[in-house]
């Protein structure tokens, strides 16, 4: 990572760049990704090159308050690289020391806005004392909620780190043949790693499969479960010659959802079903199988509202028959 930025470059685009191949050994065995770090100081992109090659990127989109990073393009790169299939989005923001750390963190949330699936927000840690670091991390809590939390990461150098006081971090650079001891996600090992599809940039490895690196990034939370409450107000309109007619009160989920139908499902005195219908209004006629008549006894019938995701609860009411 650099501190300094340089004149705005030309819009990325989506293929045409020279496509070099990746040079020097990978450090490590085993399963790993490769990731390289992307700002303006690599403009001219090839998207589709690069993805090829990992499903792994991290992009910068702030230096401090107030320079938006000249490849951000509006979020532009970021959503090309989601539609492209990658898989591991990181976007940074690198903190200057005579900044506040939590006016910093604001203007990361006015520019990135919420976090989407397989990203993580980290800070680039570069300079200032530890305090600046957490004030931004703080600040961002505030901003995101504490659910946040785990997709907030800290990128700085190993030497730099450990006179701060700030490792371990998620994401730590040491350009060195060994890889450090200190606990990180994320290796950067080099500054000059020849990347198809981007030139000459910072590259880090992670040691594992890229679903392994994605599982560590944001998830699309899960839909919280609900369903249809219980229909109200069941109660018997009438008895006929060969069954009954129910009705209920109508019913809509938490979110004002309508149900498709309601269920209606009636069992004898031996726990048999003997008629099973959906109906679109608020009341049911009972009868026999076949539509034939109810013989006289007790019969339970269960109401329920179909459509949600779980349930279903249901009314329950129970009829006697005499003839």
Known sequence: MTASARGRPVMFRAGGAREDAAAGPVPGAGPSVLC???SEFQPDIADAAYLAWSQAVVIRALYGDAHDDGAWYGGAR???LHAGGAKFVGIYQYLVAAQSGAAQAQAFRLLAGAIQPGEVFIADFEEGSRALLTAWYNEMLTLYGPGIAPYLWAYTGLEFGQA???LPVQWLAD???AEPASPHILWQFTDAYQVPGV???DCSIFHGGIGDLAALAYQKPEPEPWTFPIPGGLRLVKQTGDGYMLAWS???GPAGQQPTGYSACTYGAAGNVVNHQTVTGTSASEYGPGGKGLPAGTYQTNIWADGAPVGPPHA????T???
């Open 36 to 38: 390289a770090d992307i």
């Open 78 to 80: 970021r959503a090309a």
């Open 164 to 166: 701060q006081g700030a």
């Open 175 to 177: 350009y060195t043949s």
């Open 199 to 201: 030139g000459m940039a």
């Open 250 to 252: 109508p019913v809509t």
């Open 316 to 319: 329950t009411i129970t009829v």
């Open 321 to 323: 028959l005499t003839r």
